[in-house]
């Protein structure tokens, strides 16, 4: 069985300064993992993926992620945020053996204030 | 551009009902997903097809039924609907192969009465 935490439900910043979300798995396999955005109203995006490959992971926007064996965590980070950055994110594992079945953390809210 | 549609962005049902929600994707994708997302709790996966008329049951399929009659089109059925049922339902595809992206539909709002 796999499950996956994201350490906080609500992450506040302010624009210009570095953003971080947390997200810890556990899995009994080697797992892929994803990060997904959700903006307001819109459907889920990929940001990044780690397949194991390179562990620091860089997707779109700027956000880069690195994968951890020994700490069981993929922590999402991104030096400076912009006011486009709050969404809600989503730390996701699938593991290798779990055929299409992969499982989604609870969620961060980033909020950006100006 | 890949695109995943759902058919309905708002809908409003009474308990009882009998509920299909359509999801349709343009990628020929193999896999079709249905999950519905609560608010802290992430998505939670109802059931998935990985061919058609193929099915398996996700993490909380009771309740719920899938079709799966052609490969561009994953239908979730809500055969008696109930206020517990009141959620964000999500439709996603995705390619063959464990680390392909999923690919999401806007998403439709359920709420039973």
């Known amino acids: 069985a796999q499950s996956v935490t994201q350490l906080d439900s609500h992450v506040s910043v302010s624009e210009g300064t570095p953003v971080l979300l947390r997200c810890n798995y556990s899995?009994?396999?080697?797992?892929?993992l994803f990060w997904y955005v959700q903006h307001p109203n819109k459907g889920l995006q990929l940001l990044l993926k780690?397949?194991?490959?390179?562990?620091l992971v860089k997707g779109i926007n700027g956000f880069e992620a690195e994968f951890k064996k020994s700490e069981t965590s993929f922590h999402l980070t991104k030096p400076s945020a912009h006011m486009s950055d709050a969404a809600e994110y989503f730390c996701?594992?699938?593991?290798?053996?779990?055929?299409?079945?992969?499982?989604f953390g609870g969620g961060t809210r980033v909020l950006v204030k100006p | 551009d890949v695109k995943v549609t759902q058919s309905s962005r708002y809908l409003v049902k009474r308990t009882g009902e009998k509920v299909f929600l359509e999801c349709v994707q343009d990628?020929?994708?193999?896999?079709m997903f249905w999950y519905r997302q609560d608010p802290g709790l992430g998505l939670r996966l109802i059931y998935f097809?990985?061919?058609?008329?193929?099915?398996e049951k996700g993490d909380i399929p009771e309740g719920y039924s899938v079709s799966r009659e052609k490969k561009e089109r994953f239908s979730l059925i809500l055969e008696s609907a109930s206020t517990n049922q009141t959620s964000m339902y999500l439709c996603?595809?995705?390619?063959?192969?464990?680390?392909?992206?999923?690919?999401f539909g806007p998403g439709t709002r359920l709420t039973v009465l």
């Open positions: 990628m020929d994708h193999e896999n």
């Open positions: 996603a595809s995705r390619a063959g192969g464990r680390n392909n992206e999923q690919f």
């Open positions: 780690y397949t194991s490959a390179a562990t």
């Open positions: 996701v594992v699938r593991p290798l053996a779990a055929g299409n079945k992969q499982t």
């Open positions: 899995s009994s396999y080697s797992p892929s």
């Open positions: 097809s990985y061919d058609v008329k193929m099915k």
